[in-house]
């Protein structure tokens, strides 16, 4: 990861689901979650992406708020979202600058090819902008609820 626990969140302004927009700027004081998932409507960025949406009555008592990103286009996000009723916004990164500001573009392998891709990671920033915990090569079940924990404990 290219970011490290303490430091200030890299700067972002993303195009989300919903014709919204999220940036890092509108989101100062109050904590909040990227999560970097591979591809939208694939089997393990859906139930990544239900997990969170179950999680976020958790999270709102603390203000948190919860942004997946990923380098699909807005139109696969907005069908994405519509499909399974995600209330929290996507955002889209096609040009991976964030992506890659927060350490989420790494070199991964498949039969034997490499090839850059997204690793499925977290990160919790905290109210001041700062970066509070970082989950890299995350495993699905039972991340949301960490996650919800980890948020808990910062509030």
Same mark, same amino acid.
């Given at each position: ?27 100062k ?33 603390? %203000?948190?708020?919860?942004?997946? #990103?990923?380098? &699909?286009?807005?139109?696969? *996000?907005? +069908?994405?979202?519509? =499909? ?32 850059? %891709?997204?690793?499925?990671?977290? #990160?919790?920033? &905290?109210?001041?902008?700062? *970066?509070? +915990?970082?989950?890299? =090569? ?6 949301a ?8 404990e910062?509030?």
């Open positions: 990861m290219s970011i490290a626990i303490g430091q200030p969140a890299p700067d972002f302004t993303l195009p989300a689901s919903g014709g919204r927009t999220v940036s890092l700027a509108t989101l004081g109050k904590p909040f979650v990227l999560y970097f998932y591979p591809k939208a409507d694939t089997p393990g960025c859906t139930t990544e992406a239900c997990a969170f949406e179950e999680a976020l009555p958790q999270l709102g008592h603390t %203000g948190a708020m919860v942004i997946g #990103v990923s380098k &699909d286009s807005i139109k696969a *996000i907005e +069908k994405f979202a519509a =499909k399974y009723n995600l209330t929290f916004p996507l955002a889209s990164d096609p040009e991976t600058k964030v992506i890659e500001a927060y350490g989420a573009w790494q070199e991964k392998s498949m039969y034997g090819k490499k090839y850059m %891709g997204i690793e499925r990671s977290t #990160v919790l920033v &905290d109210a001041k902008g700062k *970066i509070a +915990k970082i989950w890299p =090569k995350v495993k699905i079940a039972g991340h609820v960490e996650v919800s924990q980890a948020v808990k910062l509030a």
